[in-house]
T-cell receptor, first 112, second 113 residues
Framework: DARVTQTPRHKVTEMGQEVTMRCQPILGHNTVFWYRQTMMQGLELLAYFRNRAPLDDSGMPKDRFSAEMPDATLATLKIQPSEPRDSAVYFC??????????FGSGTRLTVV | TQLLEQSPQFLSIQEGENLTVYCNSSSVFSSLQWYRQEPGEGPVLLVTVVTGGEVKKLKRLTFQFGDARKDSSLHITAAQPGDTGLYLCAGAGSGGSNYKLTFGKGTLLTVNP
């Protein structure tokens, strides 16, 4: 079965450090989403790419978060500098024209 | 602003019981999706409903989209322990953004043997 692959699965880092999360979307999918999940807020959309072009990153704190797709097989989400309030599970999802969206298993980030 | 309200927030039932969970909004959506999420994993898409009044069945699960496309329900018949998980609804197409999925906070279902 085709799957969205996220690495790392878990990350513990100190406040102020840079964090990079990686995602390999399903081959052939042309849309990529980054979501953040917390108990308080649920799932929040951070960024959205279609055909590798960023279409919406309004959900991201611009001063510390950045999302890119260097190529069709890799999407990255970076936080620099990280803060304790960034602790959450970050999900990447891919789909074909916003349909059949498949989520990865997530990166659980803890910033201490 | 939380556009999608799910209820109940928590539900614990015995195996074999029936249940219904709800997803309500004041916004109109072009489509609505239901996901199930298990601990340590990402949400898995169960169904997409598009037409107002549409009913879809997936084995023991019945999904309904409201006539006005503002709300939806998920009914599970004869629940089994394997149905345990977080059920999320997500609406697309509100405010002109067809791609933007707005998620509810979910209903955490526990089915006890």
């Amino acid at each position: 079965d085709a799957r969205v692959t996220q690495t790392p699965r878990h990350k513990v880092t100190e406040m102020g450090q840079e964090v990079t999360m990686r995602c390999q979307p399903i081959l052939g999918h042309n849309t990529v989403f980054w979501y953040r999940q917390t108990m308080m807020q649920g799932l929040e959309l951070l960024a959205y790419f279609r055909n590798r072009a960023p279409l919406d990153d309004s959900g991201m704190p611009k001063d510390r978060f950045s999302a890119e797709m260097p190529d069709a097989t890799l999407a990255t989400l970076k936080i620099q500098p990280s803060e304790p309030r960034d602790s959450a599970v970050y999900f990447c999802a891919s789909g074909l024209w916003e349909a059949r969206v498949a989520f990865g298993s997530g990166t659980r980030l803890t910033v201490v | 602003t939380q556009l999608l309200e799910q209820s109940p927030q928590f539900l614990s039932i015995q195996e074999g019981e029936n249940l219904t969970v709800y997803c309500n909004s004041s916004s109109v959506f072009s489509s609505l999706q239901w996901y199930r999420q298990e601990p340590g994993e990402g949400p898995v898409l169960l169904v997409t409903v598009v037409t107002g009044g549409e009913v879809k069945k997936l084995k023991r699960l019945t999904f309904q989209f409201g006539d006005a496309r503002k709300d939806s329900s998920l009914h599970i018949t004869a629940a089994q322990p394997g149905d345990t998980g977080l059920y999320l609804c997500a609406g697309a197409g509100s405010g002109g953004s067809n791609y933007k999925l707005t998620f509810g906070k979910g209903t955490l279902l526990t089915v006890n043997p």
